[in-house]
């Protein structure tokens, strides 16, 4: 997938935001939209308006489902068979783009023969989504002009989101679905500046653009740009930092802008690992629950405080200004950043945010005909490689990265943690509307914590009888990690035996409880699968606001 994967590797979406106006079928699976992305949800909802079909597939029935024309109920984690049988149906039903695939694409031959086993009945029983609804999403995303596929965590927070991904491109791949405006395979990205930062090489193996650490030419061009010497190994992921800490063989971590002991799987395996440090700095707007554990803390200055820009899901670079001075100490990160490095030996050239990013401009071919003043009143989109460019709205017009897109063949592989007679929930977790995170942010403001002041768990009306649970009781949740204590919302959104806890609440961590398991290949945990047990919480306190943590048999740090 080397090609395809190295664009969706960086997470950016194909294709533009205005262009979602004129897709003719919506494919939205994993994401909800309404909720996390709302000013992207309004223009689905535009395109529904002028006729568009939406499918959505989602184990929620989340806000969309209300406009969609198909909604599949997946059983969490078993997103591969879904799309492998919409797959299959779409081969058999002759609707693939051959001409596509021909000039296009290698390896269709072991990926077509790869579908076989994957008939709607046999998926069907392991996504329990209804044979037929499986051929009509087939036959709705197979014969429409301008599909596109929208994606986040649902798809990929699993042991196999690289697999799942890897599906979701097959499916645009053997459609030809892609370099068409109106079209292409759309990871919506979660934060303002996400995307900038994975631009800039916030990743272990690259440096800024993309450019892998391990190959000797990039090397060279970046030592001679920095005039340091550089390593040519790639570095740890998040991820991995923990368990190397926990190992005694990571001895200091600096962090910036991340609440891990709150964000991270298995909370409490987290924080021992923090603890084990021999040097932890957190530099943070607020003193969170991570910076509680740090030897030293770097106040930073926020967004409003401080000059840049900032690259938005369609890649986007856009300006942002300072509106306000930055409170006390508080510093603008880079300036932090400058300094830290003056004072261990290293004095940078480049001091205002004007100068890094033409230092950047010349360093990434893909943004090398970006300036300030090009980008003065309205943002433009990458790759823009020469001064006269226009910037790029949709991806692959002109074909791959690496000449032919790369067919994978994926099988379906079952989440690491099923549930059993102990613990006999599926726990899947996630957004909300009104909150952000951690809360780091957002909980500190009155009038979100009015709408959505606490934290819940959401169980099916069939489960909640069984149990004879009544809605907004205390409930215990545990899982081989943790247990937390969190009212009971009873509600239609999963399906029985699925249960969904939004992690924003520090009093009652979803992480406590998750699965710190990761994708072997891009190392992201499995947030959206867990086993958990509910019971009555009688006798247990509860104090909104406290953070309380609590193991059980298996946390890993036991
Ligand atoms: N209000 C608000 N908006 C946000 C954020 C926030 O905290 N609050 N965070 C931002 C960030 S950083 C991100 S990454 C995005 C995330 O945006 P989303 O990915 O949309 O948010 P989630 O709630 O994590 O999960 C999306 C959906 O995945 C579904 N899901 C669960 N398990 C599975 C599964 O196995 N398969 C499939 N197909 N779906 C499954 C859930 O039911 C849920 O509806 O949101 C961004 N926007
Ligand atoms: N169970 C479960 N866990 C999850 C997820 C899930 O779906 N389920 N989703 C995962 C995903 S997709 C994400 S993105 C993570 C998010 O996890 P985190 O990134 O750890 O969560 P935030 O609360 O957004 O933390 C960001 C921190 O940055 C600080 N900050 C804000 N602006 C600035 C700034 O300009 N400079 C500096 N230095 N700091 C700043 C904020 O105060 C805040 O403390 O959570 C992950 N964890
Ligand atoms: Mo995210």
Not at 65 to 86: C, H, K, Y
Not at 293 to 314: H, I, Q, R, S, Y
Not at 384 to 399: E, I, M, N, R, V
Request: charged share 25%; glycine share 6%.
């Amino acid at each position: 997938m080397a090609g395809l994967a190295t664009v969706f590797g960086s997470g950016a979406m194909t294709n533009s935001i205005p262009e979602i106006e004129n897709n003719d079928v919506i494919f939205v699976i994993g994401s909800n939209t309404t909720e996390t992305h709302p000013i992207i949800a309004l223009r689905m909802k535009k395109a529904f308006r002028k006729g568009a079909k939406i499918i959505v597939a989602d184990p929620r029935k989340i806000n969309l489902v209300r406009f969609s024309e198909l909604w599949m109920q997946q059983r969490p984690g078993t997103d591969v068979a879904l799309l492998n049988a919409i797959m299959h149906v779409i081969l058999k039903e002759k609707l693939i783009d051959k001409k596509f695939i021909e000039e296009n694409t290698e390896g269709f031959e072991a990926f077509r023969k790869s579908l076989a086993e994957y008939s709607p009945e046999k998926a069907e029983k392991i996504t329990g989504v209804p044979k037929k609804d499986i051929i009509a999403a087939a036959r709705l995303y197979g014969k429409a002009n301008n599909p596109a596929i929208y994606y986040t965590m649902g798809i990929t927070q699993h042991s196999h989101g690289t697999q799942n991904v890897f599906a979701i491109a097959n499916l645009a791949l053997m459609t030809g679905n892609l370099g068409r405006e109106s079209t292409g395979v759309n990871p919506l990205r979660g934060q303002n500046n996400v995307q900038g930062a994975t631009d800039m090489g916030c990743i272990p193996n690259q440096y800024p653009g993309y450019q892998k650490v391990d190959i000797k030419d990039i090397q060279e061009k970046f030592e001679t740009a920095w005039g340091v010497p550089l390593s040519d190994k790639p570095g740890l992921t998040a991820t991995e930092m923990i368990e190397e800490a926990i190992k005694g063989n990571l001895k200091s971590l600096y962090i910036m802008g991340e609440n891990p002991a709150v964000s991270d799987p298995d909370i409490n395996h987290t924080v021992e690992a923090l603890k084990k440090l021999d040097l932890l700095i957190v530099q943070d707007i607020f003193l969170t629950e991570t910076a509680q554990l740090a030897d030293v803390v770097l106040p930073a200055a926020c967004f409003a405080e401080k000059d840049g820009t900032f690259t938005n899901t369609e890649r986007r670079l856009q300006r942002v200004r300072q509106a306000v001075t930055p409170p006390g100490d508080a510093r603008e990160d880079h300036s932090v950043l400058l300094e830290l490095s003056r004072r261990m030996g290293h004095a940078m050239n480049n001091q205002s945010p004007e100068e890094i990013f033409r230092e950047i401009c010349s360093i990434w071919p893909a943004v090398a005909g970006i300036t300030y003043d090009r980008i003065d009143s309205w943002g433009i989109q990458w790759p823009c490689p020469t001064p006269d460019h226009p910037g790029t709205p949709y991806l692959f017009k002109q074909g791959f990265p690496r000449g032919k897109a790369l067919f994978s063949t994926v099988h379906y592989e079952q989440s690491r943690e099923l549930p059993d007679k102990k613990y006999p929930f599926v726990l899947t977790t996630g957004r909300q509307l009104f909150q952000y995170h951690t809360g780091s942010m957002t909980r500190r403001v009155s009038e979100l914590d009015q709408v959505a002041p606490h934290a819940y768990v959401e169980i099916n009306p069939d489960d909640a009888e069984k149990l004879k649970i009544k809605n907004e009781e205390m409930l215990k949740v545990s899982s081989r990690r943790g247990e937390i204590l969190i009212q009971a919302l009873i509600s239609e959104r999963p399906s029985k035996g699925v249960v969904f806890i939004p992690f924003h609440y520090k009093e009652a961590a979803a992480n406590i409880l998750t699965n710190p398991e990761l994708d072997p290949i891009c190392k992201i945990p499995e947030l959206k699968v867990c086993a958990v047990r509910i019971e009555s919480a009688k006798g247990e306190k509860y104090e909104k606001g406290v953070r309380r943590i609590k193991k059980t048999e298996k946390s890993t740090s036991v």
